[in-house]
């Protein structure tokens, strides 16, 4: 059944209106007609399965049939942080991650970033990442849709570790410790309801320089490898996501 996020503003107590390109999409891409059922969540803390009433030009209303739990959710909240990648690879990392279960994501500048920033055009582009998690986030039936940060300097990210309960950086040259190994420990003291945030940070196609990875140490990171091959800049954010998720038991783990 096709998902729908929408303002709070949208909801009332009995019924939802959809608007813009949603709006559209439901009666022009699914063809939507009165009677049709569609799940509609404010992102926050409503969700509930709706009966289309009618649909006019950029307008769908909907009738709430029932309300329904939020309960797709990792207990541990995952950050994505990517060094900006070449060409469209960010959308991939925002989309798969995305699916998999990331809660947000930090683009970020380092010394070895070889996309060339343009503030003026950051705004179309972020705009663009915000629609690819939405899309994604409603396709993947997540309850809430990830945010995309505005690209932090290296200086910036770390700054912000502070703001989290674990943070790796993944590092090729890494020797012996894995992510598994900074996990395990992480997560066996928690206790079986508590949430928690995670850090994953992703570096540049030419990987992290010696100065960073020092910088990084300091602020209270763990270095960790991804296993024995070299994996792509947009392929490793998605393989410690998924690695953080299994080993909570959001994926059969633990």
Sequence with gaps: M???????EQFNEHAVIITGDDARHI?????GKPGDKLIVSDGNSREALVEIESIEVGQVTANIVEPLEMDHEARIRVTVAQSLPKGDKMETVIQRCTEIGAVSFVPFLSERTIVQYDAKKEGKRLERWRKIAKEAAEQSHRNRIPSVEQPLSWKGLLSSFEGYSLVCYCYEKE??????????PFIEQLAPDASAEVLIVVGPEGGFSEKETAEADQAGAVSVGLGKRILRAETAGMAALTCVLYESGEMGGM
């Design 175 to 184: 020797n012996g410790k894995q992510l598994r190994d900074a996990l395990k």
């Design 27 to 31: 009666g022009k891409v699914m063809r």
């Design 2 to 8: 096709q998902r729908y996020f929408v303002s709070a």
